[in-house]
């Protein structure tokens, strides 16, 4: 899968080890977010990932910021997105299962970077379910319009 990823001054370490690992399991990922450890806007890098998913130059999107919720609010804010922040992979598993969250969010100040690891993988390793969750889903899109 092609996986955009972004990041603030604060998960630039971060960003780069999860990127190792999708890279490892056989996805292409685009870089949206900083490379340096100056101080920035996590909002650009929450848009920029947005943008990338609803676009469709990425299938999905990964976020990081140190808590993971100011990038995903400003994922959010583009339509289409549905950007979820989770600290474990029992979340992670449902959001990608009920919410079909095309993108996920998380902190690294918040999760360790092995727990990060994990959280991706039950994301990427479940599947929508459909049904009533789709129904919801197209409710939560009715508010974009
Ligand atoms: C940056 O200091 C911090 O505010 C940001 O990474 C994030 O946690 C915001 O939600």
């Known amino acids: 899968m092609k996986i955009a990823i972004g990041n603030d001054h604060s998960a630039v370490e971060y960003k780069k080890e999860i990127t ?6 056989g996805h292409e990922v685009i870089n949206f977010g900083t490379d340096t450890n100056v101080s920035c806007n996590y909002a650009e890098y929450g848009q920029k990932v947005g943008e990338a998913v609803a676009s469709g130059q990425a299938d999905c999107g990964v976020l990081i910021c140190g808590t993971g919720i100011g990038i995903s609010l400003a994922a959010n804010k583009v ?10 992979p029992v979340s992670a598993r449902l959001t990608k299962e009920h919410n079909n969250a095309n993108i996920i969010a998380f902190g690294a100040r918040i999760v360790g970077i092995e ?3 994990a959280i991706v993988t039950a994301w990427l390793d479940s599947e929508f379910q459909g ?5 919801r889903i ?8």
């Open 20 to 25: 190792a690992f999708l890279e490892e399991k």
């Open 79 to 88: 339509k289409g997105i549905r950007a979820a922040v989770c600290s474990e």
């Open 115 to 117: 727990m990060a690891k």
């Open 131 to 135: 049904g009533r969750h789709q129904d």
């Open 138 to 145: 197209n409710y939560i899109h009715s508010i974009e319009k």
